[in-house]
């Protein structure tokens, strides 16, 4: 850690990456401006100096590009289970399932955990996130709006999903496909509903299945800002990475990998969704405090 951190102070310039951003170009104009603006007083240009060092890992070690990105940011991630990684069959598809608390984070953790298992990966992402050109050979885009090239783009990641599965590899989704979400700023954080999709998926190419529970969630100011406004709230997720994950101890609990025989409710997608919400968040009891800030 001392090592990346010496690396990052040394590539520190006045870096403007427009990759860094929630924002998009196709938003109007006050929008970006508002986003671009929140984003830079939660802290944002400490994140160029490390994005720099971090294109410069993944040139040489793409396969740990994710697990270095942990080191260089200090996070330190403590994974419990009956095994980890867990051993899979030759032939066998792989859906990755987890709660969605933190935004960022628990996608950098989820694809450094599918690093380790050690298998070609995917995973279902925002389609701003595409601005980020490492990532995306791993991305499948989703796009939230509501016109026709949304649709055309989601269908097909979801066939592109399919046909990926059809060999030795891994998907990783996030069923809720957003960040939870507290009804006041220092209650409880509950997913969104979970789309059918992930159940879809695993029907269609009898996978196995992996679920994963990330404890915690992100601070009052994203809940509060969550109930007015859609804008604030992606302008603040880039706020609680840096701010809530950032040099901190994660603890993720990782379930017992289910084949796709064992699963209860394959004939029946909404009885599925149900079974793998609860594989997932079974493992709530079992999961450690929530992510603790390391001491500056």
């Known amino acids: 850690a001392p090592l990346c951190a010496g690396r990052v102070r040394e590539g520190a310039t006045n870096l403007e990456f427009e990759e860094l951003s929630y924002a998009s170009p196709e938003d109007p104009a006050f929008k970006r401006w508002l986003i671009h603006s929140i984003e830079h007083l939660s802290g944002r ?44 069959n030759q032939g066998t598809p792989l859906v990755m399932i987890a709660n969605h608390p933190f ?14 298992i050690g ?15 490492e990532i995306r050979p791993y991305a499948l885009p989703i796009d939230h709006s509501d016109s026709r090239q949304a ?5 097909l990641s979801r066939q592109l999903a399919r046909d990926f599965l059809d060999e030795d590899h891994t998907i990783v989704i996030f069923p809720a496909g957003a960040v939870a979400t507290a009804s006041w ?6 997913e969104l509903p979970w789309k059918n999709f992930a159940a879809r998926l695993v029907q269609s190419t009898e996978a196995s299945v992996l679920p994963v529970y990330f404890a ?14 859609t804008t604030l709230r992606i302008s603040l997720i880039v706020s609680e990475f840096i701010r ?37 968040h079974a493992l709530a009891a079992k999961a450690i405090t929530p992510n603790d800030r390391k001491p500056a």
């Open 244 to 280: 809530g994950f950032r040099r901190s101890r994660v603890h993720v609990r990782v379930g017992r990998l289910v084949p796709y025989t064992e699963l209860k409710n394959t004939r029946n997608g909404k009885l599925l969704t149900a079974e793998l919400f609860q594989l997932v």
């Open 151 to 155: 649709l055309r783009t989601n269908l």
């Open 103 to 116: 935004g960022i984070g628990d996608g950098i953790t989820m694809l450094a955990m599918a690093e380790e």
């Open 185 to 190: 700023p220092f209650g409880r954080a509950r």
């Open 45 to 88: 240009p400490k994140l160029l100096p490390i994005y720099e060092v971090w294109r410069e890992v993944v040139a040489r070690e793409p396969e740990r590009m994710m697990r270095e990105l942990l080191k260089l940011i200090d996070v330190d991630v403590e994974i419990k289970g009956d095994e980890w990684p867990p051993t899979i």
């Open 119 to 133: 298998r070609p990966y995917r995973i279902f992402v925002d389609k701003r996130l595409l601005k980020i050109p």
């Open 216 to 229: 915690g969630q992100n601070g009052p100011l994203f809940h509060i800002v969550s109930r007015v406004s």
